[in-house]
């Protein structure tokens, strides 16, 4: 058939990807050297485990959808630029909230907030008290052996909140043919018994060439607690973003986690959970719009481990131009988790004639009395509706963008802050704009 590879071929291709997995693996050890990770027994003890698994062999099921060329020929350095307060203040988002600044995986103390209210914020001295991932893969234990200056968060018990912590990441880019500028987010989330907490993720690019950012949050959510959190991806469109974000709750808490991954020409952005407490209630949701030929990827991981557990899940991607996405679900049960009441959809709207998708909710139950369920659906913008805005007398274009927006507004509108939506909309509204 055609399109087939013999045994040789593939046999060609998987020692060609092999090549290259070691070379890029060898340029990852010499940024763990520079960034002295043999300093620290846990960073050390991630790079063991990043050679152990190793970067994902050709035709590999997790990462068949999501090509890693351009990971695998580029050669990275860290960077050491700076971000004046007129750069900061453009990039920000203009929300009343307490501001962390990290510039290329560095704390600044110059642009941060100076008053945090009820968080306590440090730099990790010992990242040996960092904990375990709940689902692992490769770049999360690059993340974790290369990042510089990881920060520990803390709300302390019966605290709330009254404004969101704001984390703004901002990576510089260079044009520079011999290597790419690499930056890695780390912060580790404490929050204690009857906290309440907003934590918004935002990443920019500085200059808006070419660099690659790894990010990694973890959350452990007490007893009794209520945690928000949500990212916004603006990223440009030469950059690469890999993120993978844990959360472990405890229980009778409220979570909801939603990303917005509106930019970054590769994108893999992966969300781990663990319901440890009974009486949980869980939302993950994300929305996808990659254009041009930019491949975004988003998958989720959720263990139901206690009984009376509700999680909800919604993601939703829309596709444009020759653009690629990518979706991955798992919902495991554990045999003790009764009651557990689990839901994940996945819609997609393609709006290019080569735009593709690549789907794969999943389910996982070994318990009975439960409830789970998934599904997903594709398709592309209805010829009825259309004609039925067109005879409104509403152009084409319009028409378009007022039927993409509707698709989006079950995730818009959930956004309390109106700050916050406006500029989630003012995003979504740029990038539609060829449309």
């Known amino acids: 058939m055609a399109g087939l590879l013999t045994n040789s071929e593939r046999a060609q291709k998987r020692a060609e990807v092999a090549a290259l997995n070691e070379q890029a693996m060898s340029r990852f050890a010499k940024l763990f050297e520079q960034r002295l990770g043999e300093n620290s027994q846990h960073a050390k003890n991630h790079w063991e485990q990043a050679k152990q698994v190793g970067l994902p062999a050709f035709r590999?099921?997790?990462?068949?959808?999501?090509?890693?060329?351009?990971?695998?020929?580029?050669?990275?350095?860290?960077?050491?630029?700076?971000?004046?307060?007129?750069?900061?203040?453009?990039?920000?988002?203009?929300?009343?909230?307490?501001?962390?600044?990290?510039?290329?995986?560095?704390?600044?103390?110059?642009?941060?907030?100076?008053?945090?209210?009820?968080?306590?914020?440090?730099?990790l001295d010992n990242q040996d008290l960092l904990p375990a991932p709940v689902n692992s893969e490769i770049f999360l234990h690059l993340t974790e052996s290369l990042a510089v200056q990881p920060l520990v968060i803390h709300l302390a018990a019966n605290k709330i909140a009254e404004k969101p912590l704001y984390l703004l990441n901002i990576s510089s880019g260079k044009n520079d043919e011999q290597a790419m500028n690499i930056s890695q987010y780390r912060y580790h989330l404490t929050l204690d018994t009857n906290s309440k907490a907003q934590v918004i993720e935002h990443f920019v690019s500085l200059n808006g060439q070419a660099h690659m950012t790894g990010s990694r949050l973890t959350a452990e959510v007490g007893d009794n607690a209520d945690f928000s959190h949500f990212k916004l991806n603006v990223e440009s469109s030469q950059a690469q973003h890999f993120a993978h974000n844990d959360i472990v709750v405890g229980r009778d808490s409220r979570v909801k986690s939603t990303s917005f991954l509106l930019g970054a020409g590769l994108t893999r952005n992966h969300t781990s959970a663990r319901l440890d407490g009974e009486n949980t209630e869980l939302e993950l949701n994300s929305l996808l719009l990659p254009k041009d030929s930019e491949i975004a990827d988003t998958r989720t991981y959720l263990e139901h481990n206690n009984s009376f557990c509700n999680s909800r899940q919604l993601h939703k991607v829309i596709a444009m131009d020759s653009s690629k996405a990518v979706f991955n679900g798992m919902i495991k049960v554990a045999p003790n988790a009764l009651k557990t009441d689990g839901q994940m959809t996945n819609n997609t709207l393609l709006l290019g004639d080569k735009a593709e998708i690549d789907t794969k909710p999943q389910l996982e139950i070994y318990a009975d009395d439960v409830k789970c369920g998934h599904g997903a659906t594709v398709g592309r913008i209805d010829d009825e509706q259309l004609f039925y805005l067109r005879s409104r007398g509403i152009d084409g274009k319009a028409a378009k963008h007022m039927i993409i927006i509707a698709f989006a507004a079950e995730l818009t509108e959930s956004i309390e802050s109106e700050e916050l939506k406006h500029a989630v909309m003012a995003n979504i509204r740029q990038r539609l704009a060829e449309v």
């Open 60 to 123: 590999h099921e997790d990462w068949h959808y999501t090509p890693l060329n351009s990971v695998l020929n580029t050669q990275y350095q860290f960077s050491d630029a700076d971000a004046v307060a007129s750069e900061c203040e453009k990039l920000a988002l203009p929300i009343d909230a307490y501001r962390i600044v990290l510039i290329d995986g560095r704390y600044s103390s110059a642009l941060s907030s100076i008053d945090v209210g009820p968080f306590q914020v440090s730099l």
